[in-house]
Every structure is written in structure tokens, then in C-alpha cells.
């Protein structure tokens, strides 16, 4: 069975930083893009980052981009999320996501597609 759990979401300052973590357990996603999704309460599914199988290939949303990095340990089978500079827009239930056709780029991730795997989502609430 395949499981993707993340974990490090919490309660953070505007300003603040926070790292979340997704690992995969149950099959290997080394040849495959890994990624993140958020949703906002009342708000649709968004693409936040994603990082293509060789870890040099990346992608961002536009609202992110100067303030977060995403990379990956294909040795632990796991996918980060460095965020700073946090601001109460950022402020949801993250998703880590992964699969997809092999060998894709990270851009590819931006569009849902039924193969993914995805997490149950960790929380984070930026907030004074």
C-alpha cells in the first residue's frame, strides 16, 4: 500500500519560518516529479511547488516563489518544503503529491492528474 505522510506543519508568526517533510512509503518514486498542493478553507486546490525525479528541475507558484524551496532525498524517498517569510495567506492544509508519468518535468505536476498519490495533508496557520 502505497502511503505518503507529511509531517512538521504547526503555528508559525507572519514573518516566520517553518520546513514540512513528506515520506512515501510503499513503492519508490525516484524516477518520478514530487510535489505540493494547498487548500485554503472555502478555497480550491493550488499548486505550490513541485521538483522534477533528478532534483534539479523545479517549479513554483508564482506567490511563492521568492520564498520557498522545495528539494527531495530520493535515498529516504522523501520530499521538503522550506518556507519563509510566511504570511497569513499562506495559511492551509498542505499536500504532498507524487507519481505521475516517470521522467516528467516538475511543470508537468501543475496539472492533477488521476495517478497521482497524494497525502492527507499537513496544517499550517500563520497567525499573530
Known amino acids: 500500500q502505497v502511503q505518503l505522510v507529511e509531517s512538521g506543519g504547526g503555528l508559525v508568526q507572519p514573518g516566520g519560518s517553518l520546513k514540512i517533510s513528506c515520506a512515501a512509503s510503499g513503492r519508490r518514486f525516484d524516477n518520478h516529479a514530487m510535489g505540493w498542493f494547498r487548500q485554503a478553507p472555502g478555497k480550491e486546490r493550488e499548486f505550490v511547488a513541485s521538483?522534477?525525479?533528478?532534483?534539479?528541475?523545479?517549479d513554483y507558484w508564482d506567490s511563492v516563489k521568492s520564498r520557498f524551496t522545495i528539494s527531495r532525498d530520493n535515498t529516504k524517498n522523501t520530499v521538503y518544503l522550506q518556507m519563509n517569510s510566511l504570511e497569513p495567506e499562506d495559511t492551509a492544509v498542505y499536500h504532498c503529491?507524487?507519481?505521475?508519468?516517470?521522467?516528467?518535468?516538475?511543470?508537468?505536476?501543475?496539472?492533477?492528474?488521476?495517478?497521482?498519490?497524494w497525502g492527507q495533508g499537513t496544517q499550517v496557520t500563520v497567525s499573530s
Open positions: 521538483i522534477d525525479w533528478t532534483g534539479r528541475d523545479t
Open positions: 503529491v507524487a507519481g505521475g508519468s516517470p521522467f516528467s518535468t516538475a511543470h508537468d505536476m501543475r496539472v492533477i492528474l488521476p495517478s497521482y498519490f
